[in-house]
T-cell receptor
C-alpha cells in the first residue's frame, strides 16, 4: 500500500547548522508530496509541497525536491534558527480519493 | 485568512463517559478529515467525508466512535464510552477535492485526556 517513511528523530542542531530530514515514499501513480510542521500543542501547518516529479517546493528557507527516480522528498534548510524547533511530517496524497498518508514525524530542536 | 475551527481545545473526561468534538472546515471545502494523533506519532485517519458522505471510515472504531456531517459543512466526532486509550489529539482538516494536488488545512486540534 501507499506509505511514507521518514528519518527518525529526535534531531538536535546548533543554530545556523544545515538541516536534512529524509523522506521516501511508496505509492502507485503520481502522488503529490507535502511537508507539514507542527509546533507544540498545535495542529499541522503546511510548510511546502510539490505536485509532480522534479518540482521543488520552498518556503521560509526550507526546500524539498520531488525525486521520482529515488521516490524521495527530503527536506533541507541551509541555516536553521531556534524558531525552527518543531516536529516535521512528510506526507503524500494520492491523485484519486483525496487520501493523505503521513510519516511518523521528525522532532527538531535547535539550540542557540 | 480562512481557518479550520475546532472546539473544544482541551477536554478531560472520565472513562466510560461520552465526549464530542466539533469541526467547522474552511468555507467551500468539500472534503473533511478527522485524524487521531497519539503523542509522538503521525496523524492516523479516522474518517473522511466528501460533502455529507463518508468516503473512508475503515479505521474508525465503530463500536464506540461515530462521526457525522449532516449538511456537508460542519462535523461532529463522538466517542461513547471513552476509554483510557482514547487519550490523544484529535485533528480536523479540510481540503478542496480538486484532483490530488491540493493540501489539507488543519485546525488546532482537541487534546483529549481520559482519566
Amino acid at each position: 500500500g501507499d506509505s511514507v517513511t521518514q528519518m527518525e528523530g529526535p534531531v538536535t542542531l546548533s543554530e545556523e547548522a544545515c538541516l536534512t530530514i529524509n523522506c521516501t515514499y511508496t505509492a502507485t501513480g503520481y502522488p503529490s508530496l507535502f511537508w507539514y510542521v507542527q509546533y507544540p500543542g498545535e495542529g499541522l501547518q503546511l510548510l511546502l509541497k510539490a505536485t509532480k516529479a522534479d518540482d521543488k517546493g520552498s518556503n521560509k528557507g526550507f526546500e524539498a525536491t520531488y525525486r521520482k527516480e529515488t521516490t524521495s522528498f527530503h527536506l533541507e534548510k541551509g541555516s536553521v534558527q531556534v524558531s525552527d524547533s518543531a516536529v516535521y511530517f512528510c506526507a503524500l496524497k494520492k491523485n484519486t480519493g483525496n487520501q493523505f498518508y503521513f510519516g511518523t514525524g521528525t522532532s527538531l530542536t535547535v539550540i542557540p | 485568512e480562512a481557518e479550520v475551527a475546532q472546539s473544544p481545545r482541551y477536554k478531560i473526561t472520565e472513562k466510560s463517559q461520552a465526549v464530542a468534538f466539533w469541526c467547522d472546515p474552511i468555507s467551500g471545502h468539500a472534503t473533511l478529515y478527522w485524524y487521531r494523533q497519539i503523542l509522538g506519532q503521525g496523524p492516523e485517519l479516522l474518517v473522511q467525508f466528501q460533502d455529507e458522505s463518508v468516503v473512508d471510515d475503515s479505521q474508525l472504531p465503530k463500536d464506540r466512535f461515530s462521526a457525522e456531517r449532516l449538511k456537508g459543512v460542519d462535523s461532529t466526532l463522538k466517542i461513547q464510552p471513552a476509554e483510557l486509550g482514547d487519550s490523544a489529539m484529535y485533528l480536523c482538516a479540510s481540503s478542496l477535492p480538486i484532483g490530488g494536488r491540493t493540501e489539507a488545512f488543519f485546525g488546532q486540534g482537541t487534546r483529549l485526556t481520559v482519566v
